[in-house]
């Protein structure tokens, strides 16, 4: 089954299955007839989150599907919005009683959304640490198997190695052709941090760059597959998403080698 059938370690031990299915801006209702097609077609990795308000749809499409709960990778996030303690704590028991314990469980991002599009140099470094303390006793009581965080810039994650008990495993992050944050992920990546990628075809922007489609025609594959490919030889976990069952499987089919000269023409892309 070759990369569906691929892991990566996390710093605590865990596999994680290198290819994830993205849920963001699928509705509830939409959520369990796409997990059961991405479980057909051989994912293991669901990535949801409290924010798209569809972790019981994705809890349904697995439980419709038939795949031993086991045998399936879980992610969900607390809410950007959730910074104190007991914010946390009531979010990570509502997801539990939704999914069930989860293998992978994040933070979804260092500030409350509104704030993560503005100019604001308002770090919430302590209201953080609250809430990876209650990650962290999700993770002690064995409700998550890996704790982590999404959207962290170096020192958010700087401020938890320092105050905090448990190194993250993971940070998701926004990462793809023309956006892919170097320094951050080089940082993790000495940290041990493995690099979730989201939005790896840049939410559709990718699909009319007309030199990642040169590239694509050259090596016969997809715009989409040559993105979340470029992903994976960037030792990133990329997670791709769709409510179409032809997409769904297309986006599994990325079992080739982008060569090193390609590579580098992708790599001299910048974000327009």
């Known amino acids: 089954m070759g990369i569906l059938s691929e892991h990566y370690e996390l710093n ?5 299955p290198k290819l994830g299915f993205g849920t963001w801006q699928t509705p509830n209702d939409i959520a369990p007839a796409a997990v059961r097609t ?26 419709e599907s038939g795949v031993p709960r086991e045998s399936v990778f879980i992610t969900t996030k607390v809410q950007a919005e959730f910074k104190t303690y007991e914010q946390a704590k009531a979010g990570i028991e509502h997801s539990i009683s939704l ?61 938890l190695i320092e105050h905090c008990s448990i190194t993250p495993m993971v940070d998701q992050i926004r990462f793809h052709i023309g956006h892919t944050q170097d320094e951050l992920v080089s940082y993790c990546q000495t940290q041990g941090i493995l690099v979730e990628a989201y939005s790896p075809i840049g939410t559709g922007r990718l699909l009319k ?32 998403k769709s ?30």
């Open 209 to 240: 760059d007309p030199a990642i489609g040169a590239v694509a025609e050259k090596i016969g594959h997809s715009v989409p597959q040559v993105c979340i490919r470029y992903d994976l030889q960037k030792g990133c976990l990329p997670l791709p």
């Open 38 to 63: 991405a479980l057909r077609v051989g994912y293991t990795h669901i990535d949801t989150a409290g924010a798209y308000q569809n972790e019981g749809g994705v809890a349904e499409g697995l439980r």
């Open 243 to 272: 409510v179409h069952d032809e997409y769904i499987e297309a986006n599994t089919h990325v079992d080739f080698e982008i060569g090193d000269e390609d590579m580098k023409t992708l790599d001299s892309i910048t974000e327009n």
């Open 12 to 16: 605590n031990g865990v596999l994680i």
């Open 99 to 159: 999914l069930g314990p989860v293998d992978l469980l994040l933070i979804h991002a260092p500030k409350p959304w509104p704030e993560m599009f503005t100019d604001t140099d308002k770090q919430y470094l302590k209201e953080n640490e609250a809430v990876w303390m209650a990650l962290e006793e999700a993770y002690e009581r064995g409700e998550a198997k890996a704790i982590g965080v999404s959207n962290f810039s170096i020192s958010d994650i700087e401020n």
